[in-house]
């Protein structure tokens, strides 16, 4: 079987014995020499296909049908490109064991003109680390650090020639039958002397879990690889990827390994990459040391050129002085007493991805994290004023909610004052939903939730919150939710996001009477939860029914032909939900559906959506507007399909949307194709905010434009408040009590808040569209009756 280059191909297969693939008729003889035998890597359909390059184990022809490896770049975007040709500049030049060797480069022409950049590389026999895990399981310290003294080892050759490799994790580790490690995949390795291009920082590669904060903030240094190299090696001492509780690994590692390796291994992962060892040779003289001493720390120090005599080794130093190889630890400064544990709501476990305080769950924070992290630490010691001192440091530093709600939490306990209650709710959002390990949602939600904590506290109430990453998925949502039931101190939940996540995880909330407010979810099959005896759910944002009755409701006032295609996501209860309301609403005001996308190609959640299609088959139909209802990127394909359909449109025909649209995405990727024919239901804006309040003091607070996400997270929040100032001892079924009383109501954000059964009484609705303005994309969101954006 021999393979068709053609990365375009609907049929790549082909039989041995053709010369031309027989679908699309490429030659299958590359340069002359090589047939593509077997795919390294998944091959995808191109509109599934996340990453620009192909890998292809091949015959040489002119080689004695020798195996090699063939890489394929088939995108023309200039970084990949130089990312591209630097690899091959590394590999081509320099030749060393533990590193592939380069053979060849070359470019291929296929028969529509496209160009696809080829390198060739010897083949490596054996398995990558991943692959051992999967088979062998965790390792010894005996045989880390044999790996890890080959591994420092390559690093060191590739760093003293001014590279480094940006992406080490055991999938790039090989392991050969003769037991050398080959490092592989230098498609993201950098020149030192490069990392600026046009003014702009580009060594933001990007492995979860591996690599360094710095690099994830586009500031990638050669300490970087030391990180990423720790993190791989706790995932091979424990069995498990690393995760944002680094600090706990010790107590997870398969095989008892000594303080030395450990202490090795925690020097690689330091958040700050200046307390990284300063270069290669520095963690090979570590390693020399634990392999002879067996992981005894030296009892004696000695100066340059002194000789140590220990154990009936002679151990030269030469000039290199021991304190270079094993800084001193400073003794951590004294602290108050620890105090008695947390209640029950908030306790010291880990990786539960609950967290009053004791772990970090949201990813992205760089400038502050090491601070945050020794706040996390002296959180779950119990040392809680001095957790308040390092959160205090991280939050003067980096605005970031979770490190404020862990600051208050942490003030609330070292208060440690019996006479005056503490209450907790908790907050259940996903933190991690996407593939980096970040949320787009999130941390908009806990923004709103950490600004109504803080007006709490100010105001005499000591709220504490627990935060629950639900990561946007039905089993862990219901995990969540099942641990947050059964932890008697928490009195309301503020969650879940989704549609999908809150519908699945109401029965057991409803089943233990733990009122449960949601911000954002808005399908409207959830307003009958509102009829059942003592209902627990209750949401202050608008449903699906009023968000598609506003949008028709412009239609009709401005758009003279009602002929609408609707596109959304099939499977998605909002979906769902959106589609069926706003074809209520166009018939009711005598607007038609005339395309409604049935097909895979055309439903926004599909990884085979083709907007070209779409556009085409709503024109075909007579279609006038386009509905264009993604989720809140809930699935992977149907926010950027969305944009995708958008972007094809280039303004031609209207374009009405929902919230989750109204994105820095949106502006970004499409924002010039806006500008006109385009509308979205918006929920909330600070420019049509009937609390003025609020947006100053959220734009104070955080120093970044605001989201409707915020100001609704808010409300619900201060829903859950507002029950605690009028009860003498509050209870779950108490605060159920309290807010589904006819007259209860209190002000957010968005106004006055109170409720009809479940749903939220005032109409929370704003159109917005895009104008210009003077940031970072060029566009910006304003309500449709502004005529112009500030510039501020």
Same mark, same amino acid.
């Given at each position: 079987m021999i393979y068709c280059i053609n990365p375009n191909c609907q049929n790549r297969q082909n039989p041995d014995e053709v010369v031309l693939c027989q679908d699309c008729q490429t030659p299958l003889l590359i340069n002359n020499r090589y047939h593509l035998i077997r795919p390294l890597r998944d091959l995808k359909p191109v509109s599934e296909r996340t990453l620009s390059c192909e890998i292809f184990e091949v015959t040489d022809f002119k080689d004695n049908d020798k195996l090699k490896v063939l890489k394929i770049l088939s995108c023309d975007y200039t970084h990949i490109i130089e990312l591209f040709e630097q690899e091959y500049t590394l590999l081509i030049n320099f030749t060393r064991s533990g590193i592939p060797q380069g053979q060849e480069a070359f470019s291929f022409q296929l028969n529509n003109g496209q160009k696809l950049r080829c390198l060739v590389m010897e083949r490596i026999e054996g398995q990558n680390l991943e692959q051992y895990l999967e088979q062998q399981g965790a390792i010894s310290e005996q045989l880390a650090l044999s790996w890890l003294n080959k591994i420092v080892d390559i690093l060191n050759f590739i760093h003293q020639n001014n590279y480094f490799h940006r992406d080490i994790k055991p999938s790039n580790i090989m392991r050969k039958s003769d037991e050398e490690l080959v490092l592989i995949d230098f498609g993201t390795a950098r020149k030192l002397t490069e990392t600026v291009i046009n003014g702009r920082y580009v060594t933001a590669i990007y492995s979860h879990g591996y690599t360094a904060p710095e690099q994830i903030a586009g500031r990638g240094v050669p300490q970087s690889d030391f990180y990423a190299l720790g993190c791989t090696f706790v995932h091979l001492l424990t069995g498990n990827p690393p995760d944002s509780n680094l600090h706990v690994w010790r107590q997870k590692t398969k095989y008892k390994i000594s303080k030395a390796l450990a202490n090795l291994i925690d020097s690689l992962i330091e958040v700050d990459y200046k307390k990284r060892p300063q270069n290669a040779q520095v963690i090979l003289q570590r390693l020399q040391w634990i392999k002879v001493f067996g992981g005894i720390p030296p009892s004696v120090l000695v100066g340059s050129g002194a000789i140590l005599v220990s154990l009936g080794i002679v151990w030269a130093i030469g000039q290199a002085n021991i304190l270079n190889i094993f800084p001193p630890k400073t003794s951590p400064p004294p602290s108050s007493p620890v105090l008695p544990e947390t209640t029950k709501a908030c306790n010291t476990i880990l990786q539960d991805n609950l967290s009053c305080g004791e772990e970090i769950l949201l990813s992205g924070l760089i400038e502050a994290r090491a601070d945050k992290q020794k706040g996390t630490e002296a959180f779950a010691a119990g040392d809680y004023t001095q957790a308040v001192n390092w959160f205090d440091q991280s939050w003067q530093k980096k605005r970031d909610p979770e490190t404020l709600i862990y600051l208050n939490n942490a003030r609330i306990n070292a208060q440690n004052n019996p006479g005056k209650p503490i209450y907790t709710i908790a907050v259940a959002t996903p933190l991690s939903d996407l593939p980096d390990g970040t949320s787009r949602s999130g941390k908009h939600v806990l923004r709103g939730v950490a600004q109504a904590q803080n007006l709490a506290i100010k105001e005499g109430i000591n709220l504490r919150i627990l935060i629950g990453d639900d990561t946007n998925k039905k089993e862990q949502a219901q995990k969540i939710a099942n641990a947050l039931v059964n932890k008697s101190e928490i009195l309301g939940v503020v969650g879940h996001y989704s549609s999908d996540i809150t519908i699945s995880t109401l029965p057991i909330y409803q089943q233990n009477q733990l009122v449960l407010i949601s911000s954002s979810s808005a399908a409207s099959q959830l307003s009958s939860e509102g009829t059942?005896?003592?209902?627990?759910?209750?949401?202050?944002?608008?449903?699906?029914?009023?968000?598609?009755?506003?949008?028709?409701?412009?239609?009709?006032?401005?758009?003279?032909?009602?002929?609408?295609?609707?596109?959304?996501?099939?499977?998605?209860?909002?979906?769902?939900?959106?589609?069926?309301?706003?074809?209520?609403?166009?018939?009711?005001?005598?607007?038609?559906?005339?395309?409604?996308?049935?097909?895979?190609?055309?439903?926004?959640?599909? @990884?085979?959506?083709?907007?070209? %299609? &779409?556009?085409?088959?709503? *024109?075909?139909? +007579? !279609?006038?507007?386009?509905?264009? =209802?993604?989720?809140?990127?809930?699935?992977?394909?149907?926010?950027?399909?969305?944009?995708?359909?958008?972007?094809?449109?280039?303004?031609?025909?209207?374009?009405?949307?929902?919230?989750?649209?109204?994105?820095?995405?949106?502006?970004?990727?499409?924002?010039?194709?806006?500008?006109?024919?385009?509308?979205?239901?918006?929920?909330?804006?600070?420019?049509?905010?009937?609390?003025?309040?609020?947006?100053?003091?959220?734009?104070?607070?955080?120093?970044?434009?605001?989201?409707?996400?915020?100001?609704?997270?808010?409300?619900?929040?201060?829903?859950?408040?507002?029950?605690?100032?009028?009860?003498?001892?509050?209870?779950? @079924?108490?605060?159920?009590?309290? %807010? &589904?009383?006819?007259?209860? *109501?209190?002000? +957010? !954000?968005?106004?006055?808040?109170? =409720?009809?059964?479940?749903?939220?009484?005032?109409?929370?609705?704003?159109?917005?569209?895009?104008?210009?303005?003077?940031?970072?994309?060029?566009?910006?969101?304003?309500?449709?009756?502004?005529?112009?954006?500030?510039c501020r």
């Open positions: 059942r005896p003592n209902h627990v759910f209750f949401r202050t944002g608008p449903t699906t029914k009023i968000m598609a009755q506003t949008l028709v409701d412009y239609l009709i006032k401005e758009v003279p032909q009602k002929n609408v295609a609707i596109f959304y996501n099939h499977q998605n209860k909002f979906g769902q939900s959106m589609r069926k309301d706003f074809h209520h609403s166009l018939s009711a005001n005598h607007g038609k559906i005339v395309y409604d996308s049935a097909s895979e190609e055309v439903d926004l959640a599909s @990884s085979k959506f083709n907007p070209q %299609l &779409a556009l085409k088959e709503a *024109q075909k139909h +007579g !279609a006038k507007v386009l509905a264009i =209802f993604p989720d809140g990127n809930t699935t992977p394909y149907a926010f950027q399909n969305g944009l995708d359909l958008i972007r094809e449109n280039q303004g031609n025909l209207w374009v009405v949307g929902v919230s989750s649209l109204y994105d820095h995405e949106t502006l970004e990727q499409v924002g010039k194709y806006t500008l006109n024919r385009f509308v979205l239901f918006g929920r909330w804006h600070p420019l049509s905010s009937s609390n003025n309040q609020f947006s100053k003091e959220a734009q104070s607070y955080w120093q970044e434009d605001l989201n409707w996400q915020t100001a609704t997270a808010y409300d619900a929040t201060l829903a859950l408040i507002a029950p605690l100032k009028q009860q003498a001892t509050p209870s779950r @079924s108490g605060i159920q009590k309290v %807010l &589904a009383a006819p007259n209860f *109501q209190t002000t +957010g !954000a968005t106004g006055k808040v109170s =409720f009809n059964g479940s749903d939220r009484k005032e109409t929370l609705a704003t159109i917005l569209k895009v104008v210009p303005n003077c940031s970072k994309s060029g566009y910006t969101f304003v309500p449709v009756d502004y005529t112009a954006a500030i």
